[in-house]
T-cell receptor
Framework: KNQVEQSPQSLIILEGKNCTLQ??????????LRWYKQDTGRGPVSLTI?????NTKSNGRYTATLDADTKQSSLHITASQLSDSASYIC????????????FGGGTRVLVKP | GAGVSQSPSNKVTEKGKDVELRCDPI?????LYWYRQSLGQGLEFLIY????????KSGLPSDRFSAERTGGSVSTLTIQRTQQEDSAVYLC??????????????FGPGTRLTVL
């Protein structure tokens, strides 16, 4: 069964610090991997999208990495800000799946001043 | 332009009642998706519409759930004889193209359904 596992489930960091979120997946055949940010009470918003040929993708202070061989991805947040407090969701799309996405359970990040 | 909109934003209903949730996708988007997000859980795929093709209903949890998309635009998710376990946030998303690839899905704000 295609699955996406994320760790940690939650973390607390101080404003200005960096953090890294992990994502492991078993979705196959793999098409692309996305990281979404979901603020409380809002729908998810896309941060990055990577295909199997891409190893890293940045969006401002967010940098995603992908190792398609080990089926692992990470999302690194640099110089965290209070507005980074949200859930970060790793999402994987399988080939020929009609763009149907498999979602991880998310990592809830809380940035404290 | 306007994003994906959903209504109502919140819905409280009694067990056994039917509910209808509405999604207005981004204009011109041919693909529309419904997801469910239970408390503390990841998003769960429910149903997918692409153009005039038959919808992919593989994620619907029971025959109490149904959805339709009229005129290739607005979609309605109907839950009949609601149960307490149906309580969740129901999210709608749309994209301009389907079939894999990078076609980004844009999400609406969701409808929070509470079944008492």
């Amino acid at each position: 069964k295609n699955q996406v596992e994320q760790s940690p489930q939650s973390l607390i960091i101080l404003e200005g610090k960096n953090c890294t979120l992990q994502c492991n997946y078993t979705v196959s055949p793999f098409s692309n991997l996305r990281w979404y940010k979901q603020d409380t009470g809002r729908g998810p918003v896309s941060l990055t999208i990577m295909t199997f040929s891409e190893n890293t993708k940045s969006n401002g202070r967010y940098t995603a990495t992908l190792d398609a061989d080990t089926k692992q991805s990470s999302l690194h947040i640099t110089a965290s800000q209070l507005s980074d407090s949200a859930s970060y969701i790793c999402v994987v799309s399988a080939q020929a799946a009609g763009n149907k996405l498999t979602f991880g359970g998310g990592t809830r990040v809380l940035v404290k001043p | 332009g306007a994003g994906v909109s959903q209504s109502p934003s919140n819905k409280v209903t009694e067990k056994g009642k039917d509910v209808e949730l509405r999604c207005d996708p981004i204009s011109g988007h041919t693909a529309l998706y419904w997801y469910r997000q239970s408390l503390g859980q990841g998003l769960e795929f429910l149903i997918y519409f692409q153009g005039n093709s038959a919808p992919d209903k593989s994620g619907l949890p029971s025959d109490r759930f149904s959805a339709e998309r009229t005129g290739g635009s607005v979609s309605t998710l109907t839950i009949q004889r609601t149960q307490q376990e149906d309580s969740a946030v129901y999210l709608c998303a749309s994209s301009s193209l389907a079939g894999g690839g990078r076609h980004e899905q844009f999400f609406g704000p969701g409808t929070r359904l509470t079944v008492l």
